[in-house]
């Protein structure tokens, strides 16, 4: 039995139908494991080369094998399809399989809509300025793949003499420029959700780089070459000195040898929260996205978010995981005295070590508390100890064996913040004095211009809090006395090793000015939420607007502009002059027309010259004379543009 | 009764359409005349962006929600170029020639268009939906769209329906119009057909065989290729400075009698088509014939004007 050959769309539809899958897929093929990118990638020329060499389709069971097979190959890759990455996989996976039978106009028009949808995806994963012109690129390619589809729908004859920029590239780009204003007007319009719908997934994902939630020795320089922004603060009124910028993050207290990591204690609410002292620091977090849950506040948060919690460890924490940019006000009092009174529990709890480890800084501790008894000189005197001694702060550090710190203290000193944090820290828990380290970051770029701090990455610090009867946890950092640059000015000033190979300054600079466009970028477009939306709506006068009166807003706007953009598309577009001639004709004709001699679009010239010469007798011959020089140039053969001059200054001079 | 029903609702429907404003030609669309709901495709982009919303709204996502409303916009913006496709377009006339039952009608439809654009994309379809035919962007075009015709006699349309799913295809924008005339089917030829009826018209005048090209002098006409050259007229030609060939015109003086109810056949319609084949044999030979239908009589005369009168008054037959 002989199939009918399917008459297949023609290859232009096909190849730009399987350009936008592609462009709308870039970022997430990048992010893929290689061989699903691989798959995906064969797929898609496979189409192309079949439009081309008008191949069929591939029979059903094979599809169907094929398509079951690249099902398995996601599962495989991701374990299992819970999870954004793995769903998004996925959803390429079958755009990719839907390729083999990608062979009728309507299978055309459902891959180039799915575009849009794989599009929206991405900013699941990142919302960042770059990405504008990913949608930008990728919604072009996938609406003209659409404009193509119809063409060949309603059969359009291509236009032969067109060039590609007016039969493609103009209508596609008109067609896009013409749908921003709405889509404005909604973005700002539209209610947002305060709470969401259904909870997010926490995962981690991507290998993102941030703090984790456990520190072990060059866990935190890892991050040194990280230049991407951590988070952005605006303050309102005074700012800290850069040697208070301690932007607290994660707090660990168990040590196991090798690895800090959070003890249960960190997840219990404060039971005294602290309260409003005489100095206080005002300031607007704006966070990118991590995947953790924790936010970073400067010591110790008396006004916190709605939907955050402040732990026992003074560490906020989020409900919910950060996955888009978050901002978030806090009002932090420095002067708070954290725990006064240490319960025994918690005593024991931080000064617990593991008895067969770091055996020689026990021994230097033990003998170090016999000389100075005070925990104040006791820390001094350590402190000096890293100061005068030759201890380097550096990223160059070895791997560490079983006792971490003796190497570290007594064979290299040399190390990153979080092996002097590390070392103080069990050096004052052998000497009996409760110690416990935190993580976060340390200071910040301060943009003049735009009157921000940038946090990047390679800020991120560690640093060790003791107790101290009466004062209470006190932030103590070992890496201030080793490197006191790394304090004021930054780990990029702290070490002279190049982060990158293009680690100059002009580099930075530029790094810098970006970020400041970023900036903005995140204040007007990704943090507009559901509070923005009403501080912006009710600064148009709309008072304090409630869900119903965002809503009517948006109704209004939507309108408005709809109304607005179909005024502009059905106006009747006026037939314009072709020539400099009929442009002065026109203008002439105008003339005549205030003077109540109108030339009906029936009349000839010549017919029209004979009633200007009964009404305006002594204007006959003049008026004759240009009719003709007129017809002359408008209707002759193109012989007669030495008239031109003539006609103009005729024109000009004549007064009905 | 279901049938009586959508026929009904059928009718509903068509009032009113009527009763929005002029349908037949020549008119011009105008808001009134213009329907517009997405096509399947359309419903489906709205599927895929509601889904693209709530997930936006949901995790916060401010770039998805852009994208989400650019298609939104895009989608706004289709509904209303497809609506201008068809605004201030003229359908001028319908008009089509006879044909006979069982032929395509090929009705010709001219439209013109009165402001100026260019209006890709638009599909005519033909009452019973199943024949389409698309015409390009034309400033001033005319459409063929071919009908089956069925039985003979006065032809009324249904509504055609123009419709165009400009420019991405998510809206369809439609009208409907009627055509302003009914238009003529001629009864079908039998075929084969029963010899004519020489021997049973009246006969006056004498008998002669007909001859190719006859014996009468009848006019001057332009030479055609393949005219014989004894039959150029030289001196004529010399005077009009072009090649003019004698047209002879043989004499006739047979006249055939065609009468409705003499012809053979079981019922009316049977000898309709027999007394349609014997007009267009009759024509075809360069006869005179006369025509007798019972109520009318046409004839005696020959040519393309008597042809058109009687198969015109076979068609309309009994239909009043």
Same mark, same amino acid.
């Not at chain 2, 001219?110 to 638009?122: A, C, H, K, V």
């Given at each position: ?26 970022? @997430? ?78 299978? $055309? ?8 949808? !794989? ?9 960042? !300025? ?19 589809? &119809? ?5 359009? /004859? ?42 997010? /997934? ?41 040697? =208070? ?40 977090? &704006? ?69 067969? +480890?770091? /055996? ?8 170090? +508390? =016999? ?40 064979? %290299?000193?040399?190390?990153?913040? =979080? @092996? ?32 921000? $701090? ?10 060790? =809090? ?33 982060? @990158? ?17 970023? @900036? ?19 600064? %148009? ?5 409630? !869900?119903?009166?965002?809503? %009517? ?34 203008? %002439? ?27 305006? /007798? ?14 002359? $140039? ?23 | ?115 100026? *654009? ?92 007909? *001859? ?57 319609? *049977? ?50």
């Amino acid at each position: 039995m002989v199939k009918p050959v399917q008459a297949h769309p023609p290859a232009e539809a096909v190849a730009w139908t399987v350009l936008a899958f592609l462009a709308a897929a870039l970022p @997430h093929l990048l992010a893929m494991p290689g061989w699903l990118m691989l798959v995906i990638l064969v797929l898609a020329i496979w189409r192309v080369g079949a439009a081309w060499q008008n191949w069929q389709p591939p029979p059903a069971w094979l599809r169907l094998g094929i398509t079951l097979a690249l099902l398995g190959l996601v599962v495989i890759f991701y374990g299992g399809l819970w999870g954004r990455r793995a769903a998004t996989g996925l959803l390429c996976m079958m755009l990719a399989a839907k390729m083999m039978e990608m062979f009728r106009l309507r299978d $055309l028009r459902l891959v180039a809509s799915m575009c849009f949808f !794989l599009i929206a995806t991405q900013f699941l994963f990142s919302e960042r !300025l770059v990405y504008l012109a990913y949608l930008a690129g990728a919604f072009w390619v996938a609406t003209a793949a659409l404009l193509l589809i &119809q063409r060949v729908d309603s059969a359009q /004859p291509k236009p032969a003499s067109a060039s590609w920029t007016r039969s493609t590239l103009r209508p596609v780009t008109l067609l896009i420029v013409a749908a921003v204003p709405l889509a404005l007007a909604l973005f700002v319009t539209f209610p947002r959700l305060a709470q969401p719908l259904w909870g997010l /997934p926490d995962e981690v994902m991507d290998g993102r780089t941030g703090l984790s939630d456990s520190m072990s020795p060059g866990s935190i320089a890892n991050l040194y070459a990280d230049e991407s922004a951590a988070f952005r603060v605006e303050f309102d009124g005074p700012m800290p000195p850069p040697a =208070e910028r301690y932007w607290r993050g994660p707090v660990f207290w168990n040590f196991d040898g090798h690895t800090w990591s959070r003890s249960f204690f960190s997840t219990s609410p404060a039971t005294v929260m602290p309260e409003a002292g005489t100095r206080s620091w005002d300031y607007r977090v &704006q966070l990118e996205p991590h995947e953790q849950r924790w936010l970073f506040s400067l010591d110790y948060p008396v006004e916190y978010p709605r939907g955050a919690r402040v732990t026992a460890d003074y560490q906020m924490i989020s409900r919910r995981a950060i996955t888009t940019l978050t901002q978030y006000e806090v009002s932090s009092n420095p002067d708070f005295i954290d725990t006064p009174d240490l319960p025994q529990t918690l005593h024991n709890l931080a000064t617990r070590l593991p008895d067969d +480890r770091n /055996p020689r800084t026990l021994a230097l501790a033990a003998e170090w +508390r =016999e000389r100075y008894p005070d925990d104040q000189q006791l820390i001094d005197a350590i402190l000096r100890w890293f100061n005068e001694e030759a201890f380097f702060y550096s990223l160059e550090t070895s791997p560490m064996g079983r006792n971490s710190v003796d190497e570290f203290l007594f064979d %290299l000193r040399t190390g990153y913040c =979080e @092996h002097y944090a590390s070392a103080f820290a069990v050096m004052m828990r052998a000497a009996g004095v409760p110690a416990r380290i935190v993580t976060g970051y340390q200071g910040g770029w301060w943009s003049t211009t735009a009157r921000y $701090l940038l946090v990047r990455q390679s800020d991120a610090h560690a640093w060790v =809090e003791v107790w101290l009867p009466e004062q209470g946890w006190t932030r103590v950092d070992p890496t201030a006395a080793v490197s006191p640059s790394r304090i004021r000015e930054g780990s990029r000033v702290a070490i002279d090793q190049p982060r @990158h190979l293009l680690d100059w300054d002009w580099v930075q600079d530029l790094r810098n000015r970006y970020d400041r466009v970023q @900036h903005l970028w995140n204040n007007w477009v990704l943090g507009f939420d559901a509070s923005r939306q009403r501080q912006f709506l009710g600064g %148009l006068g709309l008072g304090e607007p409630g !869900l119903m009166m965002i809503g %009517l807003t948006m109704v209004l706007s939507a309108m408005l502009v709809v109304g607005l953009v179909a005024l502009l598309l059905l106006r009747r577009p006026r037939a314009r002059p072709r020539s400099q001639a009929e442009r002065l004709w026109q203008q %002439l004709l105008a003339r005549l027309r205030r003077r109540g001699l109108a030339c009906s679009p029936t009349e000839t010239p010549l017919e029209f010259s004979q009633r200007v010469s009964h009404a305006l /007798p002594n204007q006959s011959g003049e008026f004759d004379r240009l009719t003709w020089l007129y017809c002359r $140039l408008h209707y002759g053969t193109g012989q007669h543009q030495d008239l031109l001059p003539e006609f103009t200054r005729r024109v000009e001079a004549f007064k009905p | 009764m279901s049938i009586s029903a959508t026929g009904r609702l059928r009718g509903l429907l068509d009032d009113w359409i009527r009763r929005r404003g002029p349908v037949t030609p020549p008119l011009t669309l105008r808001y009134r005349q213009i329907y517009i709901l997405p096509t399947g495709f359309g419903w489906l982009l709205g599927l895929l962006m509601s889904a693209m919303l709530i997930g936006s709204l949901n995790f916060n996502n401010n770039m998805g929600l852009l994208t989400t409303f650019l298609v939104a916009g895009l989608a706004v913006n289709s509904m209303l170029l497809a609506y201008r496709n068809l605004e201030g377009l003229a359908i001028r006339h319908c008009a089509a020639r006879p044909v006979f039952a069982g032929q395509q009608l090929a009705l010709r439809i001219d439209i013109s268009d009165t402001s100026n *654009r260019s209006r890709p994309g638009l599909k005519f379809i033909r009452p019973e939906g199943t024949g389409e035919t698309a015409t390009a962007a034309a400033h001033q075009a005319s459409v063929r769209l071919t009908l089956p015709t069925a039985r003979r006699g006065w032809m009324k349309l249904g509504r055609i329906r123009l419709e165009t799913t400009h420019p991405l295809g998510l809206f369809r924008a439609w009208s409907w119009f009627w055509p302003e005339r009914r238009f003529l089917v001629w009864p079908t030829p039998t075929s084969p057909a029963p010899p004519l009826p020489r021997d049973g018209g009246r006969q006056t005048g004498r008998l002669s065989k007909p *001859r190719p090209d006859g014996e009468e002098f009848h006019s001057l006409r332009p030479w055609r290729v393949g005219d014989p050259l004894h039959r150029i007229a030289w001196k004529s030609s010399q005077r009009h400075q072009t090649l003019l060939s004698r047209e002879f015109q043989q004499e006739q003086a047979e006249v055939i009698h065609l009468e409705l109810a003499r012809a053979p056949g079981a019922d009316l319609e *049977r000898r309709i088509s027999i007394v349609t084949a014997w007009v267009l044999q009759a024509d075809a030979e360069g006869l005179k014939w006369v025509l007798d239908t019972g109520a009318e009589r046409f004839g005696p005369e020959r040519g393309q004007d008597h042809l058109h009168r009687c198969l015109r008054a076979l068609a309309g037959f009994g239909q009043g």
